[in-house]
């Protein structure tokens, strides 16, 4: 952690940038200090990645508006390149190892040592073991990076960019979409990566992930910035609203109570490979939460649910009614409607328009090639205003939209066509705290319904915020059962490390 008198490794001072007149950056100010934690905070479209390309030289400030330095000395037409050779590196949300390299290959690239031409393969390594060991790092190097849990994924990452000469490190949604265990891993790596001097940016949906790990906290708000402080002078409350603007209330909800009549069924899943005997039962309108260690069962109930990948044995019911697994269109007809966690190479098709997205699970419109775009945008129109989709620009590619507005998209695609009962794999990732409270809204209004509403969700928060009951999972089955009103948070959390509430 910093102390009084460090001089600081980075500091931004009046820094605007602009894109075809439209301010982005509105002279922002950070101070950034070795061995620190620095949580960059605010809403989708805030400013937040403007602010890291123009500090890792994707983007360049506008003329004469501000200066960035780096150990003291001001840098002019920051590139890439030299902030590389300055020791700024980003991890994004979206990894970028290849895949078909090992791990000691994928931490020393561009860097393999050789003799007489030939790669050093005992050296490649060994270096990269020594690079993974010196983060705390526990990981085979000789592993393909493609068979890595994302959570270790991140960590190579990481390792690579330290070892490269990283003294200055962002990291960009680093626990979306992992489960507690991995999200803790993470976290822990980053505390390590403090204890080194290494100066972290840290950027973040999850409240109480940053009130946990960040030293200090600067809050974004249509690019100016809002707050900055030591994170101890911060509350989740006041956090969020700096960052909204007002306050955001996402309580938990008083639903109708479920009903009798099951509306979801598995019994003995199993995949041979993280699903072993996976059983529950969900009642019409009720909320049931998948929680368990990292690569446990809720990782994999997408694709066998959902009829995209076929297990070895089990059975699946809805309504009281048998499905087929392995069948898309089985899951489908059933009433059955898994919304993955993957919105962007799953759910949602980046380059057709959000009206077309939106319209992709109606048969009307799903099996014609062409459309005409005034019926197109009536039907629609409904779906935008009571799903709360957001578009600035008519009717853009779905892909250009916020984190939050294209969630609600996919959600609005699968949830119109009135499902029996539904699969909802992490419905919050990587949105901002106004887009989660609505979407927290839309999935009590389901359950509000009667639909069955099965959750797998990385946050114990939400868990705590929607579900009626938990179901913990170890080794791919089923081992207990809590009704939510009957466990703690920090229950909860404890469970979903692998340990058992006491």
């Known amino acids: 952690m910093t102390t009084p008198g460090q001089d600081a490794v980075l500091r931004v001072r009046g820094v605007t940038k602009s ?11 950070l101070d950034l200090f070795p061995g620190e934690v620095h949580a960059l905070m605010g809403m989708n479209g805030a400013g937040k990645s403007t602010l890291v390309q123009v500090l890792s030289g994707v983007h360049q400030s506008d003329a004469d508006a501000g200066a960035v330095e780096v150990n003291g000395q001001a840098q002019h037409g920051l590139t890439v390149r030299k902030a590389r050779r300055l020791g700024i590196a980003s991890v994004p949300q979206r990894r970028e190892l290849a895949m078909g390299l090992t791990v ?9 040592p050789t003799r007489g031409g030939a790669v050093r393969w005992k050296a490649v390594n060994s270096e990269a073991r020594k690079a993974l060991e010196g983060l705390g790092i526990d990981i085979d190097v000789k592993r393909t990076a493609g068979s890595l849990t994302v959570a270790e994924q991140t960590m190579v990452e990481v390792a690579r960019e330290v070892r490269r000469g990283g ?79 007002r306050d955001v209330v996402s309580q938990r909800s008083q639903r109708p109570a479920p009903k009798d009549e ?10 041979g490979r993280a699903v072993r005997d996976f059983t529950v039962d969900v009642h019409k309108g009720e909320i049931v939460a998948v929680l368990g260690p990292a690569g446990d069962a809720q990782s994999r109930l997408f694709d066998l649910l959902s009829g995209r990948r076929r297990p070895d044995t089990g059975q699946l019911a809805v309504d009281g009614a048998p499905v087929a697994f392995g069948r898309v269109h089985a899951s489908l007809s059933s009433g059955l409607r898994c919304v993955t966690g993957d919105r962007r190479a799953l759910g949602l098709v980046p380059e057709l328009s959000l009206d077309e997205n939106l319209m992709l699970a109606d048969d009307r419109f799903a099996r014609r090639r062409t459309h005409r775009r005034a019926q197109l945008a009536c039907r629609a129109a409904p779906l935008r205003r009571s799903y709360g989709v957001v578009s600035l620009a008519g009717n853009p590619p779905v892909g250009a939209l916020s984190g939050g507005n294209q969630q609600k998209v996919l959600l609005a695609k699968w949830l119109q066509t009135e499902p029996v009962a539904c699969f909802l794999e992490d419905p919050t990732n990587g949105v901002d705290i106004a887009a989660m409270a609505d979407i927290h809204a839309l999935v009590d209004d389901l359950a509000s319904r009667g639909v069955a509403v099965l959750l797998a969700s990385s946050s114990a928060e939400e868990v705590m915020r929607l579900a009626d009951r938990v179901v913990v999972v170890s080794a791919g089955r089923t081992v207990a059962e809590h009704d939510i009103d009957t466990i703690t948070h920090d229950e909860l959390v404890a469970t979903a490390l692998g340990g058992q509430p006491q």
């Not at 000691?104 to 393999?112: Q, R, S, T, Y």
């Not at 509306?263 to 995949?271: E, P, Q, S, Y």
């Open 19 to 29: 894109f075809g007149g439209a301010a982005a950056l509105k002279g922002v100010d």
């Open 104 to 112: 000691a290959e994928n931490v020393m690239l561009g860097d393999l």
């Open 167 to 245: 003294r200055i490190l962002v990291l960009d949604e680093p626990t979306a979409c992992l489960s507690a265990e991995a999200a803790h891993q993470i976290r822990e790596l980053v505390r390590t990566l403090r204890d080194e001097g290494v100066a972290v940016v840290y950027i973040s949906h999850y409240i109480d992930e940053v009130l946990a790990v960040a030293d200090r906290i600067t809050v974004l708000r249509d690019g100016a910035v809002v707050r900055s402080a030591p994170a101890a002078e911060f509350d989740a409350p006041g956090l969020v609203r700096s960052m909204v603007g």
């Open 262 to 271: 099951i509306g979801l069924t598995v019994r003995g899943l199993t995949d």
